[in-house]
């Protein structure tokens, strides 16, 4: 399947120095961006046939890519000067790159790719800064047996706010932590049909407009996911899977632990 990745948006939550430019995807988790490990997590289920919205930042993005270096996380064997790689990332892969503006939202850089994405019945998207361990296969085929139009994964809560209960002369009933609501959120990791389209118009948005129409049809599938699940929406939220990945604690990196099965 196709896989589409919402690269171009500005990321203004995950700057952490005024004229940064690079775009969120382009932040570092270890020696290679998040862009990348989302795109190894696609690629070890079997699906690396990639098209990238791009916008704020591409060439950023575009450079990475062109002036790739297969050394930085693969083994490999120097004679005479000339490096025998033991293993390859990106060999196998197939980058579309398409500029879908500044300033659109998702669901019209997804109208702007259509051309790119063939006659295949379904395809894959993401927003391309999240990063999870959860089945991708299993979750397409759970999907594709619902027979859906559309299907996005929910998480439970990641807040650590608290929801308070009040009376109206302001004594406080309750405290209670966001996650132990039983609510879902929006986990970003989409399995699509073609039918997504008819529900998209020009400039709008994928998730409130294409998915709530077909929530309102019965069309949309949940898929839940209760496993690791960590966006890096925020310089702090980065900062945090860089640390785990110092310290070998990386659980979305699954292609390190399984077989894809």
């Known amino acids: 399947m196709k896989v589409v990745l919402f690269c171009g948006g500005y990321g203004m939550r995950m700057r952490n120095a005024p004229g940064d430019d690079v775009p969120k995807p382009m932040q570092m988790v270890g020696p290679r961006p998040l862009i990348w490990h989302v795109m190894r997590y696609y690629a070890h289920f079997g699906h690396k046939d990639f098209v990238l919205c791009l916008g704020y930042g591409a060439n950023h993005i575009k450079d990475f890519f062109l002036n790739y ?34 300033e659109s939202a998702i669901g019209e850089r997804l109208r702007r790719v259509r051309p790119y994405l063939g006659d295949d019945e379904y395809f894959l998207a993401n927003y391309a800064d999240v990063l999870t361990d959860a089945p991708l296969n299993a979750m397409i085929d759970e999907v594709v047996a619902s027979q859906s139009a559309a299907s996005m994964m929910i998480v439970p809560p990641q807040s650590s706010f608290h929801c308070v209960d009040v009376t109206e002369s302001g004594v406080v009933k309750s405290i209670t932590p966001v996650s132990k609501f039983p609510i879902w959120e929006n986990g970003g990791f989409f399995v699509l049909t073609q039918e997504i389209f008819d529900h998209l118009p020009e400039g709008g948005d994928l998730v409130e407009d294409a998915c709530g129409a077909l929530a309102e049809q019965g069309r949309l599938y949940a898929y839940k996911h209760d496993g690791f699940w960590k966006p890096a929406d925020t310089f702090k939220e980065r900062a945090e899977l860089d640390a785990r990945y110092s310290h070998g604690d990386r659980p979305w990196m699954v292609w390190e632990s399984d077989t894809g099965a």
């Open 69 to 102: 270096d297969e050394a930085a996380s693969n083994d490999f064997v120097m004679r005479g000067g000339d490096v025998e790689l033991l293993d390859t990332d990106i060999a196998d892969w197939s980058i579309t790159f398409i500029d879908t503006g500044l």
